[in-house]
């Protein structure tokens, strides 16, 4: 199943490392990685500039990651483990640094770790009341705890404010009468006027509560895997992977060289755009090979090295999906599984948002973390109804309740991009065969496919710069397959969906 790019990383480094003299902290090296993605605007766990190294450990980790396990001491060993396990197993993004460099920077950046992690006077606001936390005895994964202890903090007496924020409110004398709110770690500054209900953060999806999802009955597995294998994008990462195997070269941003761009369009019978056989073309310039390469990556049927792209460790299983002898019922058996589970890969990914790193942009990481949490309920409400629902009204669902702190005028734009962000995981589930189109809209979304020029329109079409997903007259319902999907997905959860047998259709 497709996992974050952190977590692919740190299951291969936990499988790969080796017996050492001093043990690593495995939670410790994910807090480090996991802060340098949020808070340093550094997403791919492969990819270390010059700097980079010194910058979490000198900057990062003294002033923001609060000492939840023994983070000095084993956050020099965690990372130059880490580091040794990136170098000698060609993982490093093509864009990164040379190891030996960033080994070196680490030595240096060691020698003043231990001072800096004890260094209070580094402590910004969140390392600060979460460490108060945690010597109060608080579970910080506790959200009532959390908040029961930041209320009695902000009624506290200034001398108490004073010793835990000192050199802070010396800064910023405002800090002294200001009400706090801390979430996952995360702690904000409020205006003293602003109610208790204000909140900086994207609200998650209201629960719908408990749904009764009725007995649904599904077609034979072979029916199931004729249809997955009719799936559009599953066929174009597949031949994509084939094309790349056994290695392509890439360029330092990891995609494609331009020559091979050229070549795989040609190979797969891409749209090519103007001028393309004299002038120079990039993955960029092709959407739709885009696409499918981070699909590929994604779901690990390929992997993304220094030295180049090549197939990864899911690329066997989809082999067997697209190659087995129908002619031998072990191979067929064995073929439809694993059809069945590559097709599930993408869904998964298309879904859960797994496919992309944490976006560096705050808003767009709490736009997708929106989408992440929004896109399963509004496929659960599908699978609940079991029948037909109006795209415009789907997609209102998704969307209710969003705000972010200090909106204002941009209200309307992010509701847009939140919109056009759903509408596309709905247009790649209706080509992936999970979902079905259908109404008087249909023919007005095709011909708006076709218009768009990057050709990955989601439901929308281009207005000023932003995809409005504005087609009415359309509906969409579960595919036999979506169906499939979606009950394995809620079994997974502890859902109860129950699934007609022959006897009760009979």
């Not at 770790?113 to 969140?126: G, H, K, N, T, V």
């Not at 202890?149 to 009468?177: C, H, K, Y």
């Amino acid at each position: 199943m497709p996992l974050l790019p952190l977590d692919r990383i740190l299951r291969d480094f936990t499988h790969a490392a080796a017996p050492a003299t001093r043990p690593i902290c495995a939670d410790c090296l994910r807090y480090l990685l996991s802060g340098r993605a949020k808070f340093l605007g550094r997403p791919d766990p492969t990819r270390w500039r010059a700097g980079d190294v010194r910058a979490l450990l000198l900057e990062l980790a003294p002033s923001k990651l609060t000492e939840v396990c023994d983070l000095s001491g084993h956050g020099v060993p965690a990372v130059r483990a880490y580091l040794q396990f990136l170098d000698a197993g060609d993982y490093f993004h093509p864009g990164s640094a040379n190891g030996k460099t960033l080994l070196r920077e680490l030595d240096q950046a060691a020698v003043g770790y231990p001072a800096a992690m004890a260094d209070e006077s580094r402590f910004r606001l969140a390392k600060r009341f979460y460490t108060a936390m945690r010597d109060d005895g608080i579970d910080t994964e506790d959200d009532a705890a959390v908040k029961a202890w930041m209320e009695t903090f902000n009624t506290s007496s200034a001398e108490r404010r004073q010793a835990l924020l000192s050199n802070l409110i010396d800064d910023n004398p405002v800090l002294g009468t200001t009400r706090f709110v801390a979430h996952e770690g995360a702690v904000a500054a409020l205006d003293p006027r602003a109610g208790v209900d204000t909140s900086p953060w994207v609200e998650v999806p209201p629960e719908q509560g408990e749904i009764d999802f009725p007995a649904v009955s599904l077609p034979p597995e072979a029916t199931l895997v004729a249809q997955a294998r009719s799936s559009s994008i599953l066929l174009e990462t597949w031949q994509l992977a084939q094309w790349v195997s056994p290695r392509r070269a890439v360029t330092k941003n990891g995609e494609l060289i331009p020559k091979d761009v050229r070549a795989a369009a040609q190979a797969l019978r891409l749209a090519m755009p103007e001028g393309w056989l004299t002038g120079k073309v990039a993955m960029g310039d092709l959407p739709e090979l885009s696409q499918s390469f981070r699909r590929a990556l994604t779901t690990e049927v390929l992997a993304l090295r220094r030295t180049g792209v090549i197939p990864g460790p899911r690329f066997d299983v989809w082999a067997r999906a697209w190659r087995f002898d129908a002619a031998a019922e072990n191979d067929l058996v064995a073929g439809s599984t694993a059809m069945l589970e590559t097709w599930e890969d993408v869904f998964r990914a298309i879904t859960e948002h797994s496919a992309g790193p944490t976006s560096p942009d705050e808003l767009a990481e709490r736009l997708q973390a929106w989408i992440s949490l929004a896109a399963p309920k509004l496929l659960a409400s599908l699978y609940a109804r079991d029948q037909a629902k109006d795209v415009s009204e789907l997609i209102a669902e998704g969307t209710r309740g969003f705000r972010r702190a200090g909106q204002g005028d941009d209200a309307e734009t992010l509701r847009q991009a939140l919109s056009s962000m759903l509408g596309t995981d709905l247009s790649d589930l209706e080509r992936h065969g999970a979902l079905r189109f259908a109404g008087t809209g249909l023919s007005v979304l095709r011909a708006r496919r076709l218009a768009i020029a990057d050709k990955s329109p989601g439901l929308g079409v281009a207005v000023d710069g932003m995809l409005i997903p504005a087609v009415s007259g359309l509906t969409v319902e579960l595919t036999p397959l979506g169906t499939w999907a979606l009950r394995r997905a809620l079994l997974r959860e502890g859902a109860s969906a129950p699934q007609l047998t022959l006897s009760v259709l009979g």
